[in-house]
Protein backbone atom coordinates (compact mmCIF):
# COMPACT_ATOMS: atom_id res chain seq x y z
CA UNK A 1 0.00 0.00 0.00
CA UNK A 2 2.94 2.46 0.77
CA UNK A 3 4.64 1.41 -2.98
CA UNK A 4 0.73 2.78 -3.91
CA UNK A 5 0.93 5.71 -2.56
CA UNK A 6 4.68 6.05 -3.74
CA UNK A 7 3.63 5.53 -6.98
CA UNK A 8 0.94 8.27 -6.98
CA UNK A 9 3.25 11.04 -5.64
CA UNK A 10 5.60 10.12 -8.27
CA UNK A 11 2.94 10.09 -10.99
CA UNK A 12 1.58 13.70 -9.88
CA UNK A 13 5.09 15.10 -9.48
CA UNK A 14 5.67 13.81 -13.12
CA UNK A 15 2.51 15.08 -13.95
CA UNK A 16 2.37 18.62 -12.42
CA UNK A 17 4.84 20.56 -14.95
CA UNK A 18 2.81 19.24 -17.93
CA UNK A 19 -0.34 19.61 -16.25
CA UNK A 20 -1.53 22.57 -18.34
CA UNK A 21 -1.04 20.81 -21.29
CA UNK A 22 -2.35 17.14 -20.30
CA UNK A 23 -5.26 15.87 -22.52
CA UNK A 24 -8.16 15.60 -20.05
CA UNK A 25 -9.08 12.45 -21.12
CA UNK A 26 -5.90 10.70 -20.27
CA UNK A 27 -5.58 12.43 -17.00
CA UNK A 28 -8.96 10.56 -16.25
CA UNK A 29 -7.87 7.50 -17.38
CA UNK A 30 -4.75 7.18 -15.31
CA UNK A 31 -6.96 8.17 -12.44
CA UNK A 32 -8.85 5.47 -13.42
CA UNK A 33 -5.97 3.00 -14.17
CA UNK A 34 -4.37 4.10 -10.36
CA UNK A 35 -7.39 2.97 -8.84
CA UNK A 36 -7.62 -0.07 -10.34
CA UNK A 37 -4.34 -1.29 -9.07
CA UNK A 38 -4.66 -0.09 -5.42
CA UNK A 39 -8.59 -2.35 -5.98
CA UNK A 40 -6.31 -5.15 -7.45
CA UNK A 41 -3.61 -5.12 -4.39
CA UNK A 42 -6.81 -5.61 -2.30
CA UNK A 43 -7.30 -9.16 -3.23
CA UNK A 44 -5.82 -12.05 -2.51
CA UNK A 45 -3.18 -13.78 -3.77
CA UNK A 46 -0.88 -11.06 -3.43
CA UNK A 47 0.49 -9.92 -6.20
CA UNK A 48 3.82 -11.30 -7.56
CA UNK A 49 6.87 -8.93 -7.50
CA UNK A 50 7.64 -8.94 -11.38
CA UNK A 51 4.08 -8.59 -12.23
CA UNK A 52 3.06 -5.28 -9.87
CA UNK A 53 7.08 -3.91 -11.01
CA UNK A 54 5.37 -4.03 -14.49
CA UNK A 55 1.99 -2.62 -14.09
CA UNK A 56 4.31 0.18 -12.25
CA UNK A 57 5.87 0.69 -15.23
CA UNK A 58 2.90 1.00 -17.07
CA UNK A 59 1.46 3.68 -14.99
CA UNK A 60 4.81 5.87 -15.28
CA UNK A 61 4.48 5.61 -18.93
CA UNK A 62 1.13 6.52 -19.15
CA UNK A 63 2.15 9.21 -16.73
CA UNK A 64 4.60 10.61 -19.12
CA UNK A 65 3.01 10.54 -22.02
CA UNK A 66 -0.46 12.37 -21.35
CA UNK A 67 0.30 14.89 -23.97
CA UNK A 68 0.52 12.83 -26.09
CA UNK A 69 -2.95 10.58 -26.71
CA UNK A 70 -1.69 8.34 -28.97
CA UNK A 71 0.78 7.01 -26.95
CA UNK A 72 -1.37 7.05 -24.22
CA UNK A 73 -3.65 4.74 -25.31
CA UNK A 74 -0.30 2.33 -26.42
CA UNK A 75 0.41 2.67 -22.41
CA UNK A 76 -3.39 1.72 -21.23
CA UNK A 77 -3.19 -1.11 -23.03
CA UNK A 78 -0.33 -2.62 -21.74
CA UNK A 79 -1.45 -1.93 -18.38
CA UNK A 80 -4.68 -3.22 -19.76
CA UNK A 81 -3.09 -6.33 -20.53
CA UNK A 82 -0.82 -7.01 -17.50
CA UNK A 83 -3.92 -6.23 -15.43
CA UNK A 84 -6.06 -8.82 -17.54
CA UNK A 85 -3.09 -11.24 -16.81
CA UNK A 86 -3.10 -10.73 -13.31
CA UNK A 87 -7.01 -11.63 -13.11
CA UNK A 88 -6.61 -14.54 -15.13
CA UNK A 89 -3.60 -15.55 -12.91
CA UNK A 90 -5.67 -14.86 -9.87
CA UNK A 91 -8.45 -17.28 -11.76
CA UNK A 92 -6.40 -19.61 -12.47
CA UNK A 93 -5.11 -19.96 -9.00
CA UNK A 94 -8.40 -19.90 -7.70
CA UNK A 95 -9.75 -22.84 -9.86
CA UNK A 96 -6.43 -25.19 -8.62
CA UNK A 97 -7.46 -24.02 -5.06
CA UNK A 98 -11.09 -25.88 -6.03
CA UNK A 99 -9.44 -28.67 -7.94
CA UNK A 100 -7.30 -29.21 -4.88
CA UNK A 101 -9.74 -28.65 -2.53
CA UNK A 102 -12.37 -31.16 -4.55
CA UNK A 103 -9.14 -33.78 -5.01
CA UNK A 104 -8.79 -33.67 -1.00
CA UNK A 105 -12.94 -34.60 -1.12
CA UNK A 106 -12.45 -37.83 -3.53
CA UNK A 107 -9.42 -38.47 -1.33
CA UNK A 108 -11.50 -38.63 2.03
CA UNK A 109 -14.32 -40.32 -0.05
CA UNK A 110 -12.13 -42.81 -1.12
CA UNK A 111 -10.69 -43.87 2.48
CA UNK A 112 -14.11 -43.95 4.01
CA UNK A 113 -15.33 -46.13 1.28
CA UNK A 114 -12.24 -48.62 1.42
CA UNK A 115 -13.11 -48.47 5.27
CA UNK A 116 -16.60 -49.22 4.16
CA UNK A 117 -15.64 -51.57 2.20
CA UNK A 118 -13.63 -53.57 5.24
CA UNK A 119 -16.99 -53.31 7.39
CA UNK A 120 -18.73 -54.45 4.69
CA UNK A 121 -16.25 -57.77 4.23
CA UNK A 122 -16.28 -58.49 8.08
CA UNK A 123 -20.07 -58.34 8.49
CA UNK A 124 -20.05 -60.83 5.37
CA UNK A 125 -17.78 -63.03 7.12
CA UNK A 126 -19.60 -62.52 10.68
CA UNK A 127 -23.26 -63.87 8.80
CA UNK A 128 -21.45 -66.91 6.95
CA UNK A 129 -19.90 -67.95 10.60
CA UNK A 130 -23.59 -67.28 12.16
CA UNK A 131 -25.29 -69.32 9.40
CA UNK A 132 -23.24 -72.07 9.37
CA UNK A 133 -23.42 -72.01 12.89
CA UNK A 134 -26.85 -72.07 12.76
CA UNK A 135 -26.81 -75.01 10.05
CA UNK A 136 -24.52 -77.00 12.74
CA UNK A 137 -27.27 -76.68 15.45
CA UNK A 138 -30.18 -77.69 13.50
CA UNK A 139 -28.50 -80.94 12.19
CA UNK A 140 -27.49 -81.82 15.39
CA UNK A 141 -31.31 -81.29 17.01
CA UNK A 142 -32.27 -82.90 13.85
CA UNK A 143 -29.76 -85.58 15.04
CA UNK A 144 -30.72 -86.02 18.59
CA UNK A 145 -34.75 -85.82 17.38
CA UNK A 146 -34.04 -88.70 15.27
CA UNK A 147 -32.24 -90.87 18.30
CA UNK A 148 -35.41 -90.11 20.27
CA UNK A 149 -37.88 -91.54 17.75
CA UNK A 150 -35.46 -94.50 17.33
CA UNK A 151 -35.21 -95.11 20.97
CA UNK A 152 -39.17 -94.82 21.63
CA UNK A 153 -39.57 -97.34 18.66
CA UNK A 154 -37.56 -99.64 20.62
CA UNK A 155 -39.45 -99.25 23.57
CA UNK A 156 -42.49 -99.50 22.25
CA UNK A 157 -41.25 -102.94 19.70
CA UNK A 158 -39.78 -104.18 23.42
CA UNK A 159 -43.30 -103.49 25.18
CA UNK A 160 -45.28 -104.78 22.34
CA UNK A 161 -42.82 -108.09 22.32
CA UNK A 162 -43.36 -108.23 26.06
CA UNK A 163 -47.64 -109.11 25.65
CA UNK A 164 -46.94 -111.40 23.02
CA UNK A 165 -44.86 -113.56 24.92
CA UNK A 166 -46.97 -113.58 28.15
CA UNK A 167 -45.88 -116.84 29.69
CA UNK A 168 -44.21 -118.31 27.34
CA UNK A 169 -42.01 -121.02 28.47
CA UNK A 170 -38.19 -120.41 27.71
CA UNK A 171 -35.55 -122.57 25.79
CA UNK A 172 -33.20 -122.44 28.29
CA UNK A 173 -35.33 -123.11 30.83
CA UNK A 174 -36.45 -126.52 29.31
CA UNK A 175 -32.91 -127.01 28.68
CA UNK A 176 -31.19 -127.15 32.56
CA UNK A 177 -27.70 -128.00 30.76
CA UNK A 178 -27.94 -124.53 27.92
CA UNK A 179 -28.98 -122.21 31.39
CA UNK A 180 -26.10 -123.50 33.44
CA UNK A 181 -23.49 -123.26 30.70
CA UNK A 182 -24.62 -119.59 30.13
CA UNK A 183 -24.33 -119.01 33.74
CA UNK A 184 -20.35 -119.55 33.25
CA UNK A 185 -20.19 -116.24 31.16
CA UNK A 186 -23.14 -114.25 32.42
CA UNK A 187 -26.01 -113.48 34.50
CA UNK A 188 -29.42 -115.25 32.98
CA UNK A 189 -32.98 -114.80 33.68
CA UNK A 190 -35.83 -115.94 31.99
CA UNK A 191 -38.97 -113.20 31.76
CA UNK A 192 -42.22 -112.92 29.78
CA UNK A 193 -40.38 -111.22 27.25
CA UNK A 194 -37.76 -113.76 26.80
CA UNK A 195 -34.63 -115.00 28.09
CA UNK A 196 -32.27 -112.03 29.22
CA UNK A 197 -28.43 -112.86 29.21
CA UNK A 198 -26.75 -109.66 30.95
CA UNK A 199 -22.66 -109.38 30.88
CA UNK A 200 -20.72 -106.39 32.76
CA UNK A 201 -19.79 -104.18 29.91
CA UNK A 202 -16.09 -103.76 31.08
CA UNK A 203 -15.87 -107.86 30.76
CA UNK A 204 -16.08 -107.43 26.95
CA UNK A 205 -14.25 -104.32 26.11
CA UNK A 206 -10.73 -102.86 26.70
CA UNK A 207 -9.84 -99.05 27.48
CA UNK A 208 -9.76 -98.35 23.88
CA UNK A 209 -13.46 -99.41 23.45
CA UNK A 210 -12.32 -102.17 21.45
CA UNK A 211 -13.35 -106.20 22.25
CA UNK A 212 -10.94 -107.50 25.05
CA UNK A 213 -9.15 -110.85 24.38
CA UNK A 214 -11.36 -112.30 27.10
CA UNK A 215 -14.17 -110.62 25.72
CA UNK A 216 -13.79 -112.27 22.40
CA UNK A 217 -13.60 -115.36 24.04
CA UNK A 218 -16.34 -115.16 25.77
CA UNK A 219 -18.64 -113.70 23.30
CA UNK A 220 -17.55 -116.79 21.49
CA UNK A 221 -18.48 -119.25 24.05
CA UNK A 222 -21.72 -117.92 24.17
CA UNK A 223 -22.28 -117.98 20.35
CA UNK A 224 -21.62 -121.66 20.83
CA UNK A 225 -24.69 -122.04 23.29
CA UNK A 226 -26.64 -119.46 21.26
CA UNK A 227 -26.70 -121.64 17.86
CA UNK A 228 -28.41 -124.32 19.80
CA UNK A 229 -31.59 -122.63 20.49
CA UNK A 230 -34.32 -121.31 17.98
CA UNK A 231 -34.66 -117.55 19.31
CA UNK A 232 -36.54 -115.85 16.57
CA UNK A 233 -34.71 -112.72 17.48
CA UNK A 234 -31.74 -111.69 19.51
CA UNK A 235 -31.47 -108.29 20.55
CA UNK A 236 -28.58 -107.12 21.46
CA UNK A 237 -28.44 -104.13 24.22
CA UNK A 238 -25.89 -101.60 25.85
CA UNK A 239 -26.34 -99.42 28.67
CA UNK A 240 -26.14 -95.70 28.14
CA UNK A 241 -22.64 -95.23 28.61
CA UNK A 242 -21.08 -91.70 30.90
CA UNK A 243 -19.32 -91.26 26.92
CA UNK A 244 -22.38 -90.58 24.83
CA UNK A 245 -25.67 -92.52 23.12
CA UNK A 246 -23.35 -92.98 20.00
CA UNK A 247 -20.60 -95.15 22.12
CA UNK A 248 -23.32 -97.43 23.41
CA UNK A 249 -24.52 -98.07 20.33
CA UNK A 250 -20.82 -98.57 18.75
CA UNK A 251 -20.22 -101.20 21.20
CA UNK A 252 -23.37 -103.25 20.83
CA UNK A 253 -22.81 -102.72 16.92
CA UNK A 254 -19.27 -104.48 17.95
CA UNK A 255 -20.80 -107.39 20.05
CA UNK A 256 -23.36 -108.17 17.48
CA UNK A 257 -20.67 -108.20 14.66
CA UNK A 258 -18.80 -110.26 17.48
CA UNK A 259 -21.97 -112.72 17.40
CA UNK A 260 -22.20 -112.93 13.38
CA UNK A 261 -18.58 -113.86 12.61
CA UNK A 262 -19.06 -116.68 15.56
CA UNK A 263 -21.49 -118.48 13.56
CA UNK A 264 -24.88 -116.82 15.12
CA UNK A 265 -27.35 -115.85 11.84
CA UNK A 266 -27.53 -112.85 10.97
CA UNK A 267 -30.69 -113.35 10.36
CA UNK A 268 -31.96 -113.29 13.85
CA UNK A 269 -29.51 -110.47 15.31
CA UNK A 270 -30.90 -106.68 15.68
CA UNK A 271 -29.72 -103.99 17.75
CA UNK A 272 -31.94 -102.51 20.18
CA UNK A 273 -31.79 -99.50 22.82
CA UNK A 274 -30.32 -100.17 26.23
CA UNK A 275 -32.56 -97.71 27.95
CA UNK A 276 -33.51 -99.40 31.40
CA UNK A 277 -30.28 -101.10 31.63
CA UNK A 278 -28.43 -101.72 34.44
CA UNK A 279 -25.59 -99.31 33.87
CA UNK A 280 -22.03 -100.60 32.71
CA UNK A 281 -23.51 -103.67 31.46
CA UNK A 282 -24.32 -105.32 28.40
CA UNK A 283 -27.29 -107.56 27.01
CA UNK A 284 -28.38 -110.59 24.62
CA UNK A 285 -32.18 -110.82 24.59
CA UNK A 286 -33.26 -114.24 23.20
CA UNK A 287 -37.48 -113.32 21.88
CA UNK A 288 -39.88 -115.92 20.92
CA UNK A 289 -36.90 -118.96 21.68
CA UNK A 290 -37.75 -122.36 21.82
CA UNK A 291 -36.03 -125.63 22.47
CA UNK A 292 -33.50 -126.84 19.29
CA UNK A 293 -35.21 -130.51 18.31
Do not use: C
Request: aromatic share 2%; charged share 15%; hydrophobic share 40%.
Amino acid sequence: MMRVRHLIAAVLLIALPGMAAADPATTQALQQAIQRLRDAQRGAPPIPAATLSGLHSSLQMMTRDQVDPALFRVDQAIFNARLAGLREMREQAAKQDQLNSLQRQVQSLTRQQQSLQTEYGKLREQLANNTMSGARTQHLQAEIQQQKQMLQSEEQRLAGIAKQQGASASPLAAQPGSVKALTVYAQVRAASDGVHVTMPVDSLFGSDNQLSASGKQRLQAISGILKQTTASEILVRVAPQPLGANVATQRAETILRALRRDGVPDQVLALATGVGLSAGSAELLLVNASPAP
